[in-house]
């Protein structure tokens, strides 16, 4: 059993206004970089700290990672900072048991530090590493970029006298609903209005009905008319 006790400080500071710690997309990428919490396995100047945290990381792994003296544990890009602080939560007697496994010390005689646990810190570390999956099927919440996800099939107003305008306000009010919080595409009414104007074109476009107040709204906006009109006015919006 691991007989090195430390000090384990988790570190969770984030502005409130930051949804989302640790997303970031490159304008010319497809995807977000992938996302991080961290064990560094290095004491601090005073020999009894260790710290655990959360990061955003490019495709390049430093040497510390390589040598073991930060260990990293996927989590999802759009995690919450109140996701974030469920897992360690949840997996901080964890946590505690590998670095109390861990040893820091020279390699080979040389001037570099190498991070190395004992096989039951390991087993610990393997568990939670779960081939590089770590955290992220355990997520709670996250970044909402299409109404499909909020919605489902009801992307239509259904209440009587309900307008594009008033759909799009009550869409909006849904925004940080069980910790789900809409992305850029979608952090405004106007965006969601936007939004729901191309759901309705594609499915014009599709050749699938429509209710009236939507093909009125598409109409109103001046966005998808070839496809209304040629669809038919008396079977789309009856105008």
Not at 139 to 148: D, K, P, S, T
């Amino acid at each position: 059993m691991p007989q090195n006790k430390k000090n384990l400080f988790i570190s969770c500071n984030s502005n409130p206004s930051n949804k989302f710690p640790v997303y970031c997309k490159y304008q010319a990428n497809s995807y977000p970089q992938p996302a991080f919490i961290f064990l560094d396995l290095r004491d601090s100047a005073r020999k009894v700290n260790c710290y655990a945290g959360y990061m955003m990381s490019s495709d390049r792994i430093p040497y510390q990672q390589r040598d073991q003296l930060i260990l990293r544990f996927r989590i999802n890009s759009d995690s919450t900072i109140k996701s974030i602080e469920s897992i360690f939560e949840a997996y901080k007697n964890d946590f505690q048991f590998i670095l109390n496994g861990s040893t820091v010390k020279y390699h080979d005689n040389s001037k570099d530090l190498k991070g190395e646990l004992t096989p039951e810190a390991s087993k610990v570390f393997d568990r939670l590493y779960r081939n590089n999956s770590g955290f992220c099927s355990e997520q709670n919440g996250g970044m909402v970029n299409r109404l499909g996800d909020v919605l489902g099939e009801d992307i239509y107003p259904s209440g009587e006298g309900e307008t594009l305008d008033s759909f799009a306000r009550d869409i909006y009010r849904l925004d940080g609903r069980s910790d789900f919080w809409f992305g850029e595409s979608l952090n405004s009414v106007g965006k969601i209005r936007l939004s729901l104007l191309d759901l309705w074109c594609e499915k014009v476009k599709n050749n699938i009905q429509i209710p009236k107040v939507a093909s009125i709204a598409l109409v109103d906006a001046g966005i998808c008319l070839d496809a209304v009109f040629s669809n038919g006015v008396d079977v789309y919006a009856k105008l």
